[in-house]
């Protein structure tokens, strides 16, 4: 149920974003009277799954969910329609059009992407604001997994700053480690200021290792929850209880117990709780694992959480805002992924990897947040400046208006051609690194 959840989101999520991707060279195509021959959500070839015709405009859903398309007269582009092109040009078709009305068309999608963060960005602001977590007042200092203990910092480390520079957000200070590749971190160590200094070889660990959380903030080790068939529930821990002992080790927060109780797979235990002002020791055998079934309360009970609201109006500039520095920071993840000490092309990833960010419970701001992101994500790969993408075609125009010389259709068929493999082979290389990480 979980994996469908997934894929529905991210089938939902894909299918906003293509369709108002190909409305953004739709809409400027009608405005300068040129001809759309298609407009399909999802690629068509040889049947369709629906379709209908309006005036000039074929409308429909194809069967392949790889993106989608619309076919303009008079174009080179994925239809690889060569016998249109060897006829006299028309007054409706885009060969006949006006460079710039050309270049506005080609813009159009990636302009709507934006657009579309934007707005998404505008609405989630105003509806939920903003929560985070000042890294300030994380006072228990963080809990380190094996890859921050590599790197030099310590279970109970005060984060300062990252190269000297404060992050309010606790959160993002991982995200401010990858994209700024930080040389230093700043943290209070029993009481003194130690700097802790990262090399790119632990920078490219970061982005392989997937996750966000290699650094989490502390917190006491108390019981609030249960799953379902929890060996600590059925042995007698209750919700509230305040675990402070494992056998002969003392525990005082969350990340201990976690480290501490995988040494007894298998193996029968005493833990020792508070309960109220009595302390109780409960015996149990721990699971194959190295678990026993309890959740830790809502970290709301030990921080101190910080959050923004916004009115509409107030949203705009801040939502604009957001979306600016989506797009800055990914132009920085592209730039990791070309970088060879970080080793970032090997986290690339394809429709596993994209689907696995969407929860495994729907969750609108969640989906909205990630719609965003995607829609940013996917402004960005089709300005890239390769054949057949949009940002491929816009080179061509620029060109042409800077030169006055127009490429010969020839030359723009034989570059579609290049532009093509080349996505073929990112598209192969992305979804290839998904396949091989499921059986690692």
Not at 26 to 43: D, G, H, M, N, S
Not at 161 to 168: G, L, T, W, Y
Not at 363 to 385: K, R, Y
Request: proline residues 4%; hydrophobic residues 45%; aromatic residues 12%.
């Amino acid at each position: 149920m979980e994996i469908f959840i997934k894929i529905v989101q991210l089938v939902f999520s894909l299918s906003i974003l293509v369709i108002l991707h190909e409305l953004g060279h739709f809409i400027p195509a009608k405005l300068f009277k040129t001809r759309v021959e298609k407009f399909y959500l999802f690629f068509d070839p040889w049947f369709s799954l629906f379709k209908f015709k309006k005036k000039d405009t074929e409308y429909g859903i194809g069967w392949l969910p790889l993106g989608g398309y619309v076919k303009i007269s008079g174009m080179i582009d994925e239809s690889m329609d060569k016998e249109q092109m060897k006829q006299p040009p028309q007054p409706w078709e885009f060969r006949s059009k006006k460079t710039w009305q050309r270049l506005i068309i080609m813009l159009g999608g990636v302009t709507m992407n934006v657009i579309l963060a934007m707005g998404i960005y505008i609405v989630m602001l105003s509806v939920w604001g903003e929560e985070y977590l000042p890294t300030k007042n994380a006072k228990y200092g963080i809990a380190c997994d094996s890859l921050a203990l590599e790197m030099g910092l310590r279970n109970g480390d005060k984060i300062v700053s990252v190269d000297n520079k404060e992050v309010e957000d606790f959160l993002k200070i991982t995200k401010e480690i990858i994209l700024e590749q930080a040389k230093t971190i700043q943290v209070i160590r029993d009481g003194k200021p130690v700097e802790v200094k990262i090399s790119n070889q632990f920078i490219g660990k970061i982005i392989e290792h997937k996750s966000l959380d290699f650094i989490t903030p502390r917190f006491p080790c108390e019981v609030g929850g249960f799953t379902k068939k929890s060996i600590a529930e059925k042995a007698g821990i209750k919700v509230d209880d305040k675990i402070i002992g494992l056998n002969e080790t003392k525990i005082l927060y969350f990340d201990e117990f976690r480290t501490e109780i995988k040494k007894y797979k298998n193996k029968p235990v005493t833990i020792a709780a508070l309960r109220g002002k009595d302390t109780v020791r409960i015996k149990m055998t721990v699971s194959p694992e190295g678990l026993i079934g309890f959740s830790h309360k809502d970290l709301t009970k030990y921080f101190v959480f910080a959050s923004r609201e916004f009115t509409f109006f107030e949203a705009i500039p801040a939502g604009i805002k957001k979306a600016y520095t989506s797009v800055g920071d990914y132009l920085k993840n592209l730039k990791l992924i070309f970088s060879p000490d970080t080793k970032a092309y090997e986290s690339v990833g394809g429709f596993i990897a994209i689907g696995n960010i969407f929860p495994s419970e729907w969750d609108w701001q969640s989906f909205w947040g990630l719609t965003a992101f995607l829609s940013i994500m996917l402004a960005i790969m089709n300005i890239l400046p390769i054949p057949a993408l949009d940002g491929g075609h816009v080179l061509f125009l620029l060109w042409e208006i800077i030169t006055g010389r127009k490429p010969s259709d020839k030359f723009l068929e034989y570059a579609q051609y290049v532009g093509m493999f080349i996505l073929l082979a990112l598209l192969l290389f992305a979804n290839g690194n998904d396949i091989i990480k499921l059986f690692k």
